[in-house]
């Protein structure tokens, strides 16, 4: 691959969000080349739980239209990878057990079904038997509408069952660069961008650490990196998160997802089950710190008091991408063929399909059909 050839579209980073553009782009006739400082989906997207979390007691109301129309696409956009690649993705919809804390404030409108300890019990036998300070109130927070015929009573330990996908983000992410290999998609690997080069104020290409490359379109799609690619400076920042693995036994200890206030337990098809997550300003520092993955482990053996048998697999840490809002940044920018496609903060993976959608229509000239007006870059201007 050389300087001399020339694409449609260069996307910069090879996350979740670039390689599922590369792949919508190239289902349009699109020449994409994607260029990646690193080796292919092995930051945020490696790092990622993979909840599919599109609920309002967790999702900004503006995300929230996008959010469910990515959850509808998935089990299509995930039916696609595997066939395309070959490799599983471990697309699971038990759904989630979750313990609400006072920091959730409760929407009427959601979709989700109170439990007492004998629901979640029968759900998760291994779950403990838990002495949660949070009490949820009823009354107040509007609920004693919902279920009513289950006579739920007035003041109980907050925990609903929410009908939730998860995914694995690395087996999706391995996927999605295998797919858009077998579609066409060049990459370069290894290969940081150092500029955004112009050509009579119009987009003409990047340059690299290795040489250059040209196209009229380019999509920075570099999450927790944004902002260090000009011609723009995204107000993106690195924001840290620990997690752990552990090897069940039996490895279908746990088949449900499990939220409580301070960890949550993601179960895999394949025995692991995933320990996260932290939030942390600590630049861009990936290293784990062992006192705090030893709370994290604390934490998921007070609520499975039976993964004291399950031995840990790896501990690692990852960068998502934030915005001062906490709403991914996606559109054209004031330069004529810019465009950008990142601070996804924690919903990367879900939001992937529909981001992929939005931004090919954007990027080929054709209106959206959803609004994207509350994630225009210039909102920062």
Known sequence: MTGSKTWNVIIIGAGII????????????????????????????????GMLVDCLLETPEALQDLATASARMYPEFAHELEVESGDRVDLRDEGTIMFLSSDHIWHPELSAVPMRPADWSKLEPALAKLNIDQKFDLKESGLDSVESSMAVESVFPSAFYIKERSVDPRALTDAANKTARNRGVDFSSGDEVISVNLSNGHISGVT????????????????????????????????????????????????????????????????????????????????????????????????????????????????????????????????????????????????APITAAVMADVITGIKPAHDLSPFSPQRFS
């Open 18 to 49: 670039g390689l599922s553009l590369a792949i919508e782009l190239r289902k349009r006739g699109v020449r994409v080349l994607v260029v990646e400082r690193g080796e292919p989906g092995r930051e945020a997207s490696h790092a990622a739980g």
């Open 208 to 351: 690299t650490t290795k040489t250059s490359f040209l196209a009229p379109k380019v999509v920075n799609c570099a999450g927790a990196w944004s902002s260090q690619i000009g011609p723009h400076k995204f107000p993106t920042r690195p924001v840290k998160g620990q997690m752990l693995c552990l090897a069940m036994h039996p490895r279908d200890l746990i088949r449900h997802v499990i939220r409580a206030p301070n960890v949550y337990l993601i179960p895999r098809s394949d025995g692991r089950l995933l320990v996260g997550a932290t939030v942390e300003e600590s630049g861009f520092d990936k290293r784990t710190d062992p006192a705090t993955i030893q709370r994290l482990h604390h934490s998921a053996l007070e609520l499975i008091p039976k993964l004291a048998d399950c031995r840990i697999l790896e501990d690692w840490a990852g960068l998502r991408p934030g915005t001062p809002d906490a709403l991914p940044i996606l559109g054209a920018t004031p330069t004529p063929g810019y465009y950008v496609a990142t601070g996804h903060f924690r919903d990367g993976i879900l939001l």
